[in-house]
């Protein structure tokens, strides 16, 4: 029996890719767990959907520390008391600090609403509609000191149409995150780079 994988998600608003990395494995064919949600807000939908899940939560106001390095350093301890192998950040909107990366180096990957470079940042999808592109889409990457500016790990395109309101791009866009998000950390997973 291989030694489950436990993962820690980050995530501060509606917590919909949460939702979908939790139900993406089968525990019995993949030993993977997510095992802890990191939380930066309080009364946020997140923390009622790991209640659903049954994962336990960490909420964190960085507001309660002396700087982000401290905040950061209690994450740390919580992740290594649950034995946290990797961190998946999920509508995380707080750049990962120095502290937090170098204690989980090249263990650290994000979900972005855009084709990067193309539209970092906290709009990804209102940026590449208000560009008036003809296609977004989703980056998954490794997270480093930058703003999206890690390593691209994979990318799916989302076209966008003349008719698209910003809503139904919105929805389009979410829709590939929820089924592209899971299937790369499984095949992350299966190759063993996690």
Request: proline share 4%; charged share 20%.
């Amino acid at each position: 029996m291989s030694t489950i994988k436990k993962i820690a998600i980050f995530a501060s608003g509606e917590g919909t890719n949460f939702t979908a990395l939790c139900q993406a494995f089968d525990y019995e064919k993949m030993p993977v767990k997510v095992t802890l949600l990191v939380c930066d807000h309080q009364n946020v939908n997140v923390l009622q959907r790991a209640k659903q899940e049954q994962v336990p939560s960490l909420v964190v106001n960085f507001k309660d520390y002396a700087d982000k390095a401290a905040a950061e350093a209690a994450i740390i301890k919580k992740l290594a008391a649950e034995q946290i192998d990797f961190i998946l950040l999920a509508g995380y909107m707080r750049i990962v600090g120095p502290t937090l990366l170098a204690a989980y180096a090249g263990k650290i990957i994000n979900i972005h609403p855009a084709l990067l470079p193309h539209f970092p940042g906290r709009h990804g999808i209102e940026d590449a509609y208000q560009a008036g592109v003809s296609e977004t889409g989703v980056t998954i990457h490794w997270v480093d000191e930058g703003i999206d500016s890690g390593q691209i790990i994979a990318q799916h395109k989302v076209p966008i149409y003349k008719t698209d309101k910003l809503a139904d791009l919105e929805q389009r866009v979410h829709q590939t995150e929820h089924t592209f998000y899971p299937s790369i950390v499984k095949e992350l997973l299966e190759k063993g780079e996690f």
